[in-house]
C-alpha cells in the first residue's frame, strides 16, 4: 500500500520527468505478471488515473512504458471501468498500437465493446480512422484484434459494411499479410464476422469487393491443376508459383473455411461460391490438412458444395429455425470434436 502511494505520486505531474519516467518502468515490469496486476489494481482507480494522465503526456520516456503497462491491465475485468472514464483522454493518440491494444483488450466483451464503440464514434476517432491506418506501411498489428472484437457488435459490422465507403475492402488484402500473424488473424476474424450479415452476401461476392478469392488464396497450395480446372479458378488462383505456402496458422485456416461457409447460407451465395471453382481449392486442401477441426471444417463445406440444394422453406441457412433437440445434440457433437 505504501508503496503502490508512492509510486502513483511519482507519476504525478509534480514529480520530475525522470522520477516520472522510472516509476513508470517499475509498474510496466509490475504489469506483467499476475500478482503484479493484482497490486496495481488494488489501488485502481487511483493508480490507473495516474498511469492514464503519464500515458497522454508530452514525455515519451514515460508514457511509452504507462501505455504498455495499460495495455496489459486492460486484460483485467477490474480495469475496464476505470479504462473507460480514461478513453476521451487515450482515444487522440489513435491509432498508435499500444492504444489499439488498449481497446482491442476492453471489447473482449460485448457490453465494454459497445461502449468503445460508442466513444470512437462520438469523438471523431472512428473506424474511419481505423481503416485509414491500415495504409500505413507497417500498420499496428493491433488493430487487427481490434476490428474483430468490434465486429462481434451488429453495429461494428454495420460500420465495416458501410458500401458508401466500401470499407470493407481495406480490410482484404490482410488475409495473405506475412508480417504480424496477430494482426492477419484478426482480421480474418473481423472478416468472418461480417460474412454473418447474410443481407450482404450478394454484396460481398460481387465484383465491387470480391471477397472469395481473398479468402481463398490462403487455403490455396502450389498443386498443379489440369487446364480446365484451373480455368473455373478466380484469375488470383490461377497458376500460382511452385513455392506457394497455405496459411501456417490452423485456426486461421479455420475461420477462413468458417467465413465461406457461411457465404453459402443462401442459394445465390452457394451458386456464386461453386462457380468459381471454390471444391477445387477444398479437395486439395483436404488432401494436405492434418489438424481435426480444420479437416472437419473443410468436410462441411464440401458437403454443402457438393450435396443437394435445401428443400422449400430452408433456402437460407442462416434463417432455418432449428428443432430444440437437435440444436442441442449438435453443440454435444461440437464439444465432443473440441475435446478430441
Known sequence: EVALSELSALLAPTAGAAARAGAAETVLALSGSAAGRRLLLSRCCEVLGALVAVAVGPDPAAAQPALGCLVNLSAEPEARGALLQGLPQLLPLLPAGSVAGILANLCRERSTARQVLRALQDSGHGLPQLLRALAQPRPPPQLGPLLCNLSQLPEGRRELLDRSRNAVRWLLPFTQYKESVVHRRGIVGALRNCCFEYEDHEWLLSEEVDILPFLLLPLAGPEELPEDEMERLP???????????????????????????LLTATKPGRQVVRDRGTYLVLRELHRWEQQPDVLAACEKLIQVLIGDEPGPGMENLLEVDVPEELEQELQRLDREEEEQ
Open 235 to 261: 484469375v488470383d488462383l490461377q497458376y500460382l508459383p511452385q513455392d506457394k505456402q497455405r496459411e501456417e496458422e490452423p485456426d486461421i485456416r479455420k475461420m477462413l473455411l468458417e467465413s465461406i461457409m
